[in-house]
């Protein structure tokens, strides 16, 4: 009985063995190809890419030069140069701003006391992107502040991010 008994308690040895084996068998494999994808390209061939890229897009998210351009050289100049300048017009440019602004921090809109809680020059390219193609549109078409204002302020409410005036 007591052979029973020890070969009872080898073969859970051997199992436990057997188990960590497969355990590190399986965490090396994983690492060979860490974070790859195999994808399809546009002329039907397989390419291996990063996955988190494939899946977040980041190149899209982050890229501090496309934003400062798209931002800085693009939207901002546009708006500057477009929208009516002097002081009796301040109030008017800032409901521009202000929209724009909720865009690109995908929500944020600017508090009783002055703050955001998040800075547009930072956000997303994608969503600069959208803002950079309604401005070069609105200039292109009519330059009107008011036709500006209502695009800004419907992608806004759209988008979720708040209420029609």
């Known amino acids: 009985m007591e052979n029973k008994k020890n070969k ?43 996955e988190i890229s494939i899946n977040l897009g980041v190149a899209d998210i982050d890229d501090p030069l496309k934003k400062f351009d798209i931002y800085y050289n693009n939207i901002n100049r546009i708006l500057k140069r477009a929208l009516p300048k002097g002081k009796q017009y301040k109030k008017q440019r800032d409901y521009i701003y ?30 600069a992107e959208e803002v950079l193609e309604m401005v070069a549109r609105w200039e292109k078409e ?8 209502n695009q800004l302020h419907t992608y806004n409410i759209d988008k979720g991010h708040g209420k029609r005036f």
């Open 98 to 127: 202000e929209e724009k602004n909720v865009i690109l921090t995908r929500g944020k809109r600017i508090k009783e006391d002055g703050t955001r809680g998040a800075d547009g020059r930072m956000g997303y390219i994608v969503d």
């Open 142 to 149: 009519s330059g009107k502040m008011v036709d500006l204002f």
């Open 8 to 50: 009872t308690e080898k073969t859970q040895e051997q199992i436990d063995e057997e188990t960590l084996a497969e355990k590190l068998e399986l965490l090396q494999r994983t690492d060979e190809i860490k974070g790859q994808q195999l994808f399809p390209t546009a002329d039907g061939q397989l390419v291996r890419a990063p």
